[in-house]
């Protein structure tokens, strides 16, 4: 087989999106629901680009959950790592949009079906078959789901995938702050990609700063990239070798759902298609800025899935800048 199979691992569920922006859950006249979980949105970001993606997680054995299963075939996301659970409902979030377009959450996971993916339920031969294997930190929330996703790691890394990993922080997932931080970092150093957010790194230093001494106490000798995204400044990208950074592109915001995942799967996209671009700065940049476009041009609709770009699209964009 082909070796440029992108498999996340994770959650995937449906946000619930308030019909008008600038207002708070309980203000909101009504909602749209929105596939989302942020390791779904990528494989969906990677195959809209033209990449091969798969998707491992456990979905409710319910309406919700076929749907989405539905949404990956749909999207060409290959769903045989998907298993059902009839006894727990697919996870449902109501995500109210700020004025300012950013995203506060509340959810419905009690617990929902993701969570209960087992360490038998793992389709390793999908897992096997990954070039790079991408993960998240929610599904190292809670038992039995937490030793699945290590045990998928395990199989990854031996089968010679790259491991990518974003945390995604969502705290009000987790017991408490300190847990979320202990968890995130417990499993840090077996990267070889990370991508964090500006925020995420503040939470993950306790510093109030992106400078580049703060961003190099997360990073690890064996890392081969460690990109922190500015949301609309852009971001700044560090390997062994160089760092440096990148401006964003200007775009009327919407919704900033799924930014980050454009990002992400916009990025390994590119580097399963050619792996020295973690060699080679030019390259490197080329692959960064075409990331910063997919981000920003998900940023322009509602919902996650529904903004993701094709590779025109982003094309395009670069060639406007």
Known sequence: MAKDLIVCFGEMLIDFVPTVSGVSLAEAPGFIKAPGGAP????????????????????GDDEFGRMLAGILRDNGVDDGG???????????AFVTLRADGEREFMFYRNPSADM?????????DVIK??????????????????SAHLKAMEVARQAGA???????????????????????????????????????????????SVEDDVVLTLWRPAFKLLVVTLGEKGCKYYTK??????DGYAVDTVDTTGAGDAFV??????I??????????????????????????????????????????????????
Request: aromatic content about 6%; hydrophobic content about 45%.
């Open 272 to 321: 399963v298609d050619d792996q020295s671009v973690l060699q080679d700065e030019g390259k490197l940049r080329e692959v960064l800025k075409f990331s910063n476009a997919c981000g920003a041009i998900t940023t322009t609709e509602k919902g996650a899935i529904p903004a993701l770009p094709s590779e025109p699209a982003a094309v395009e964009l670069l060639k406007r800048n």
């Open 162 to 208: 790259l491991l990518s990993y974003d945390p995604n922080l969502r705290l009000p997932l987790w017991p408490s702050a300190e847990e979320a931080r202990e968890q995130i970092l417990s499993i840090w150093d077996e990267a070889d990609i990370i991508k964090v957010s500006d925020v995420e790194l503040e939470f993950l230093t306790g510093q109030e």
């Open 129 to 146: 078959s990954a070039a790079v294997f991408h993960y998240g930190s929610i599904s190292l929330i809670t038992e039995p789901c937490r």
């Open 40 to 59: 779904a949105n990528v494989a969906i970001a990677v195959a809209r680009l033209g990449g091969r993606a798969a998707f491992v997680g456990k979905l």
């Open 265 to 270: 799967g916009a990025m390994l996209r590119k």
């Open 241 to 246: 070798d160089f760092r440096g950074s990148l």
């Open 82 to 92: 998907v298993s059902f659970d009839t006894g727990a409902r697919t996870a449902l």
């Open 116 to 124: 209960l993916l087992t360490e038998g339920e793992l389709n390793l």
